[in-house]
């Protein structure tokens, strides 16, 4: 019988995301600040470095084991910035390759009108491992995107980008030319499809994120209704959808649900919550879906618990079918953990997941938004620290030329068998565990991950 017990890995685990939007919360423009503290006195670089050294030392989770250097050798504000980082001398804890920031334009499109500036094509760089040999192939295209006004779709292999063979990007392992700086750049493609080959151009634009890319209701091999639902970016633009998929669920009889969180790379804790309460329904009454635990000189005043809600459309399923990869990130890994603790048995499908359980509360200066690491979370069971992310319960290894959830997705094939057998396809059983706290993989080089996704972040809200 499938029962991914997960390993207590005692202390606070991180989870992602803020109590309000910037905005909402005495910022999100010029001098905001999400998380409440003083804006730089002046824009000037000396008067940005002098702000950011005492927000990251009243604010920073790990202030008391980061450096603290001089400010005055650093010519930038990002270089300084770069500098306070965590570097990974705690045997608890990786360095920090969470940390970042972005103009506070792009986070209050993303979160606040569910929207993103892109081509609206990723693809499958990770898997590469920087060889140049192998295909590179369309993962993803975003319903409303320019990519997809132009055809493109999942399973294209790219031959070219902007005149260069893909050979390079994935030898250098970056693919930041899929990241547009503004409307209107172009990105030129030389794509094959079933052996033809085609040219075109595809041009930048902002366009409204589908965080809810799927949902259907099939039956199996066995009879069981399963109910399939594919949430990529957990933003509050979800929740109608999400409600539409479990109300279809509820009437239609569903008696598993497959949630396919393999591109989610994070987004609010609140609609991470509410996912997860449909899910869990009367199971988690009055418990904690998540907490956020800061650093001990904010734990008094911020540290907080999501509860589950009570959701009409509800399911109180004990197991859930999670479709998962490197790319669940975040708040989708809160979800796994939150549904474990409690007590709902996660049967997780694809490859272990990014491992990231630390979150941010954004705060915003000069035009620019920093989020850090402000906390981490643990579940009601208080387990957390999943640094090295979630390891699958059958192990299953995706293939971009099929769709996404079909009859043919090799992750989707896995979970119905699972559903109707209670056990893995032969050959896929794998531990089922979260990494233990004493294997930490501090030696692996930084990764651009950029492969033409947005980059949600991880706010409690």
Not at 262 to 288: H, K
Not at 379 to 401: H, I, K, L, M, W
Request: net charge neutral; charged share 15%; proline share 6%.
């Amino acid at each position: 019988m499938l029962h991914p017990t997960p390993r207590t890995l005692r202390k606070r685990l991180a989870i992602l995301m803020l109590p309000a939007l910037l905005a909402a919360c005495g910022g999100g423009g010029d001098g905001g600040s999400g998380s409440g503290s003083a804006p730089p006195s002046d824009c000037s670089v000396a008067g940005q470095k002098a702000w950011l050294g005492d927000y990251m030392n009243e604010w920073y989770f790990w202030y008391r084991i980061s450096p603290q250097p001089d400010p005055a050798p650093y010519a930038d504000v990002q270089g300084y910035f770069d500098a306070l980082l965590y570097t990974g001398r705690s045997a608890d804890f990786p360095r920090d390759r969470y940390s970042g920031s972005q103009t506070t334009e792009s986070f209050n499109r993303f979160f606040g009108d569910g929207a993103t500036l892109g081509y609206g094509m990723s693809v499958a760089g990770l898997e590469l491992n920087r060889n140049g040999a192998l295909p590179l192939y369309v993962r993803h295209v975003e319903a409303l995107s320019p990519a997809a006004a132009q055809g493109v779709q999942r399973g294209d292999r790219v031959l070219t980008v902007n005149g260069r063979p893909v050979s390079e990007l994935i030898a250098a392992d970056d693919f930041a030319v899929l990241t547009p700086q503004q409307a209107g750049d172009i990105l030129n493609l030389t794509l094959r499809r079933n052996g033809v080959e085609r040219t075109l151009t595809v041009s930048a634009a902002i366009f409204n994120l589908t965080p809810v890319t799927g949902t259907t209701v099939t039956t199996t091999a066995a009879g069981r209704r399963l109910g399939y639902v594919a949430v990529k970016d957990m933003v509050s633009q979800a929740l109608a959808p999400l409600e539409t998929a479990f109300s279809r669920f509820v009437a239609e009889g569903v008696q598993d649900v497959v949630l396919d969180l393999r591109y989610n790379g994070g987004g609010l804790v609140s609609t991470g919550g509410t996912l997860a309460s449909y899910i869990a329904g009367t199971r988690g009454t009055n418990l904690n879906y998540a907490s956020l635990l800061y650093n001990d000189k904010r734990a008094g005043s911020n540290n907080t618990s999501y509860r589950f809600s009570a959701q009409g459309s509800a399911l109180s399923l004990p197991r859930v079918f999670v479709l998962m990869g490197r790319r669940t990130c975040s708040a989708s890994e809160q979800v796994i953990n939150g549904l474990r603790g409690a007590g709902v048995e996660v049967v997780a499908v694809g490859e272990t997941t990014c491992g990231k359980p630390v979150g941010f509360l954004p705060t915003s200066a000069c035009g620019r938004t920093y989020s850090v690491v402000n906390f981490e979370s643990v579940n009601q069971r208080n387990e957390g620290r999943y640094f090295d992310g979630f390891a699958p319960t059958c192990a299953v290894t995706e293939d971009f030329s099929f769709a996404q959830g079909g009859n043919a997705d090799p992750l989707m094939a896995a979970a119905k068998q699972a559903a109707d057998t209670g056990a893995c396809p032969a050959g896929t059983a794998s531990a089922d565990r979260a990494f233990p706290l004493a294997v930490r993989r501090t030696g692996l080089p930084p990764r651009n991950l950029n492969e033409g996704d947005s980059s949600p972040g991880m706010i409690p809200r």
